[in-house]
């Protein structure tokens, strides 16, 4: 079959219409003329695999990975890094229009990654009798990979060393957890419930900011190592006027907490996981942190949430719901910071709080993720005057 590529939608792939049929096609750009494939219906959609292009984009570029195209991780190689920004741009403005109902009347930055390759801070590699990869697209079988480019040298440096190694060579089915910190590695072997150190390091230390952080192979990080510290400058530009108290949902490790410590008298710090509590807990003692108060557990079943003049909301993909926003603006803040992963979640809770009556101040997009469609959103709402 024949077909145009209309758009770019979520995971990446290009949008065609075609005898009443919408199918998604990976690895294609807007406006270009496809000879392409359907191979299965899920619900009301097809998905395809483009045979030929007709007309090539003229974004197109040679992937640089020789893995691309089988492997399940990037999606956007074989389009012009340039191009990349401005696709993300496009997709975030969109669905605050669709979803949100959100003009945005200023431009949206885009701050790019310095590196477009060897900028990951941590790689999980699976492991299938005995073998190192990545999983296939859309699939849980195994490519067996030499490197992967957008992992940071220092672990592809490792993936070399541990060829051969008996004991992964006699796992059947499980991970390994690589984390860099540009300098050295620390990684972890996971199998059913055994987890095995492969370094001596059970963790690295990063300096930013002023300000010592230690996190492990299985705790959260932030993907883009080069990006670390510029996401602490942004919320630092906010807050530097300082105040009473601050939260921080969704904590993690204390990456922004540890931050909002230096300027607010008080931090409520409100995480889930049990390893990037007891890691917020040493980084705080690292630090000589005293004013930072971690809440334990859920925070979509917390009914109370402490009032603050600031928050910052950095939530997994799913974002956050209607009701924790609920919450939120009962605690009265002046301003929100929300750092997000996800666009389309994103858009949804813009909705809701601009029916709490916030509005968006700012808006930016930061590249921790140049090859795939992901993108992190950097925001401000303020109540609306
Ligand atoms: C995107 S990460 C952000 C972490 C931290 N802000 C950082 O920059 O390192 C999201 C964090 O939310 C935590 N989390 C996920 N669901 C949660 C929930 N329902 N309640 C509290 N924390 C949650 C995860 O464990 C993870 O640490």
Do not use: W
């Amino acid at each position: 079959m024949k077909g145009k590529v209309e758009a770019i939608g979520k995971g990446g792939y290009g949008i065609v219409f075609r005898e009443g049929k919408t199918v998604f096609v990976p690895y294609v750009i807007e406006g270009e003329e496809i000879e392409f494939e359907i191979e299965k219906k899920k619900s009301s959609v097809y998905f395809g695999k483009a045979v030929e292009i007709i007309k090539s984009s003229e974004k197109r570029v040679k992937p640089v990975c020789k893995y691309y195209g089988v492997c399940g991780g990037c999606n956007f190689q074989h389009i012009s890094y340039d191009y990349q920004l401005k696709l993300k741009r496009k997709i975030l403005i969109n669905n605050l229009k669709r979803i949100a109902k959100v003009e945005i009347p200023f431009e949206v930055e885009t701050i790019p990654s310095p590196f477009t390759e060897k900028y990951r801070t941590k790689v999980t590699f699976k492991i299938i009798n005995g073998k190192i990869g990545f999983f296939k697209r859309n699939s849980n079988e195994l490519i067996e990979i030499e490197e992967c480019i957008i992992a940071n040298e220092k672990i592809n440096d490792f993936l070399k060393e541990i060829k051969g190694n008996n004991l992964i060579e006699s796992v059947k089915k499980g991970e390994i957890i690589v984390l860099s910190n540009g300098e050295k590695i620390s990684a972890v072997l996971k199998s059913g419930r055994k987890k095995n150190y492969l370094t001596d390091e059970k963790g690295l230390f990063f300096e930013l900011l002023g300000l010592k952080y230690f996190f492990t192979p299985i705790s959260f990080i932030q993907s883009n190592l080069y990006n670390l510290k510029t996401m602490l400058s942004l919320l630092r530009e906010e807050i530097e006027k300082g105040g009473e108290s601050a939260a921080d949902l969704f904590s993690g490790t204390g990456f922004f907490a540890m931050l909002l410590s230096k300027y607010f008298k008080k931090v409520y710090s409100y995480e889930i996981k049990k390893e990037n509590i007891k890691l917020q807990e040493k980084n705080k003692n690292i630090n000589s942190i005293e004013n930072i108060k971690i809440i334990s557990g859920n925070i979509l079943r917390k009914n109370m949430i402490f009032p603050s003049e600031l928050f910052v909301i950095d939530p997994p993909r799913g974002g956050i719901t209607k009701k924790v926003i609920k919450r939120v603006a009962q605690a009265f803040p002046e301003k929100i910071i929300y750092f997000s992963c996800d666009s389309a979640t994103f858009s949804r809770d813009t909705f809701y709080f601009k029916e709490k009556g916030y509005s968006l101040k700012k808006l930016k997009i930061l590249d921790n993720f140049p090859h795939s469609d992901h993108f992190e959103i950097f925001s401000v709402f303020e109540k609306a005057d």
